[in-house]
């Protein structure tokens, strides 16, 4: 875990997660193994649930998702906080992993994505995507989440050389959809699901 990706964590949690501190959250971190730090110091507070979820056992995975891409382990709308960094551009089908983001958060809540936009490749165990802010905004759209924010870090220089990530942050939210959006929503799931 780079230095630039986790100011931008600490960013979020004091800018949009502040109000919260004294109220119980369930904060879901996708990707969330221990590879050189993670982001679990930020959420310590006797009030948050903190969940690490990812694909292997390891250190800081509370859950091991068996499918990439349909989260089984994690019951829909029961997720007020989704995180996940330096995962998206090793994921190969985002639009799929976005809508399983969609799909555990509970109406009104928010995600925190951090991804790079630029930066040598890197395999774990593939390397596929620079994501800039037009793109994260693309795939909130696709999964009917509110943009809240995007916008990737061009001019951060940190000590430990993780500028050259030029990192990209999403923060969304799962807005209220009406019966028609849901159902769309559930079809495009289900679909997309079955083609992989």
Known sequence: ????????????????????????????????????????????????EYIGCDMVPGKNVAIILKNAYDWKEIESGSIDVVITGQTFEH????????LEIARVLKT????????????????YPVD????????????????????IEAFTDWHGIYSDD????????LIAQK???????????QMKNVFLKGMI
């Open 1 to 48: 875990m780079h230095m630039s990706s986790l100011n931008k964590m600490d960013w979020f949690v004091k800018k949009y997660l502040g109000q919260y501190s004294d109220k119980p959250l369930k904060v879901l971190d996708v990707g969330s193994q221990d590879v050189n730090g993670t982001y679990r110091q930020f959420f310590e507070n006797r009030h948050w």
């Open 91 to 98: 994921v190969e089908y985002p639009w799929i992993t976005i």
């Open 108 to 123: 009104e809540g928010i995600c925190c994505i951090i991804a790079p936009a630029s930066g040598p490749e890197h395999k």
């Open 128 to 147: 596929c995507w620079r994501i800039y802010p037009d793109g994260f905004k693309a795939l909130a759209k696709f999964a009917s989440l509110e943009v």
């Open 162 to 169: 993780s500028h050259i990530w030029h990192d990209s942050v």
């Open 175 to 185: 807005r209220i959809m009406n019966e028609n959006e849901k159902c769309a929503f």
